[in-house]
């Protein structure tokens, strides 16, 4: 199994251009989790999706932030525009049911200049 | 809603001493779950505890649920270097897995 896998591993861009993350969870996981690393705020539950739906977007920190999942293989998380103050690492997690344990990938770590 | 409390936030200890980082939900859980994160890597699943009172090991590492599901520990006997990494845990509500802020052990050899 080749776990969940993310896209890019990093990304250096600048503040206004828009970025996009990608995920693919573990094939047969269902739930689908977006993470925001940073060491002010440690970890936080940005989205999370179950059976392709999104359930609870309440960590999502404002308009700029976008989430979805067209299918049950592939997720995408969009900035536009991008700022200083998202610079943080991005981690998908997925999992077969919403009290199992997360599968998280390596991460994206980002950096708005 | 919900909150996660661990503590210490850091601790740096000499190898082979005991480690504990305790956690504190301001909610009954249903679960809770333990992750390590290496340094540049990230979080990884370590256990789920899910009765009440419940104690699990896994060699030097012992995870205990309090009786009222409310609180957690996690204690490594006689750290190593390989022990050194952040470690979680995870409250699972009525919806959601809220993770504690996390304690950052360092070993020192």
């Known amino acids: 199994d080749a776990g969940v896998i993310q896209s890019p591993r990093h990304e250096v861009t600048e503040m206004g251009q828009e970025v996009t993350l990608r995920c693919k969870p573990i094939?047969?996981?269902?739930?689908l989790f977006w993470y925001r690393q940073t060491m002010m705020r440690g970890l936080e539950l940005l989205i999370y999706?179950?059976?392709?739906?999104?359930?609870?977007d309440s960590g999502m920190p404002e308009d700029r932030f976008s989430a979805k999942m067209p299918n049950a293989s592939f997720s995408t998380l969009k900035i536009q525009p991008s700022e200083p103050r998202d610079s943080a690492v991005y981690f998908c997690?997925?999992?077969?049911?919403?009290?199992?344990?997360?599968?998280f990938g390596p991460g994206t770590r980002l950096t708005v200049t | 809603g919900q909150q996660v409390m661990q503590i210490p936030q850091y601790q740096h200890v000499q190898e082979g001493e005991d480690f504990t980082t305790y956690c504190n939900s301001s909610?009954?859980?249903?679960?809770i779950q333990w992750y390590k994160q290496r340094p540049g890597g990230h979080p990884v699943f370590l256990i789920q505890?899910?009765?009440?009172?419940e104690v699990k090991k896994q060699k030097r590492l012992t995870f205990q649920f309090g009786e009222a599901k409310k609180n957690s520990s996690l204690h490594i006997t006689a750290t190593q270097t390989t022990d050194v990494g952040t470690y979680f845990c995870?409250?699972?509500?009525?919806?959601?897995?809220?993770f504690g802020a996390g304690t950052i052990l360092r070993v020192k050899s």
């Open positions: 995870a409250g699972q509500g009525s919806n959601k897995l809220v």
């Open positions: 505890l899910v009765k009440s009172g």
């Open positions: 094939s047969g996981h269902n739930s």
């Open positions: 909610t009954t859980l249903s679960n």
């Open positions: 997690a997925s999992t077969t049911g919403g009290h199992y344990e997360q599968y």
């Open positions: 999706f179950n059976n392709n739906v999104p359930i609870d």
